[in-house]
């Protein structure tokens, strides 16, 4: 098992950077579709049309998992992530970084989800590496995204279920 995401990267058109951040609630951090693109590596082959919806519900999502904890910090009248006492690690506070790199994760999940069909060619159905790779992708991201949200509550990265 390897925890280095093996994203297979190819050459695409440039993103005009002039696209409207998506606005969040106030507390949480508006989230920018082309620093999501730069950071996540997704070229222009996922349209605007199809990014923002998948940051709007990966945004709804995050937002509804730290629900309490945000709930706890505006009782203390803490009105905004930034300001919540925490780390800061270039300039910025560990929670703001985590909580970007939840709401890409599972966003990213949902493209890689929705684009498996775009991705599956015929030269791709005979590369089995490619098509493990397509078939973990959506996982890992949302791994990474809970494991961003553990991260922020204080939370280990292990999930442990009886079944």
């Known amino acids: 098992m390897s925890y280095i995401d093996e ?5 695409g058109p440039t993103v005009p950077a002039d696209v409207k951040a998506i606005t969040n609630d106030g507390f949480f951090p508006d989230i920018s579709m082309p620093a999501m693109r730069d ?9 605007d049309a199809r990014l923002r919806p998948a940051l709007v519900d990966a945004i709804l999502t995050t937002n509804r ?4 904890w945000q709930a706890s910090y505006l009782a203390r009248g803490i009105q905004k992530l930034e300001d919540v006492p925490a780390l800061k690690v270039d300039g910025e ?11 890409y994760s599972f966003a ?10 775009y991705d599956t ?21 949302r791994r990474n995204g809970h494991w961003a949200i553990n991260d922020i509550l204080g939370r280990t990265h292990a999930t442990v279920e009886l079944i």
Do not use: C, G
Not at 121 to 139: G, I, V
């Open 7 to 11: 994203v297979p990267v190819t050459a």
């Open 39 to 47: 950071a996540m590596r997704l070229d222009s082959t996922v349209t």
């Open 121 to 141: 060619t015929a030269s791709a159905l005979t590369d089995k590496k490619n098509m493990e790779w397509m078939d973990s992708a959506p996982d890992v991201q």
């Open 93 to 103: 506070s560990q929670y703001v970084a985590h909580y970007r790199r939840a709401v």
């Open 108 to 117: 990213k999940a949902d493209i890689f989800e929705s684009y498996r069909d």
């Open 65 to 68: 998992l730290l629900r309490e």
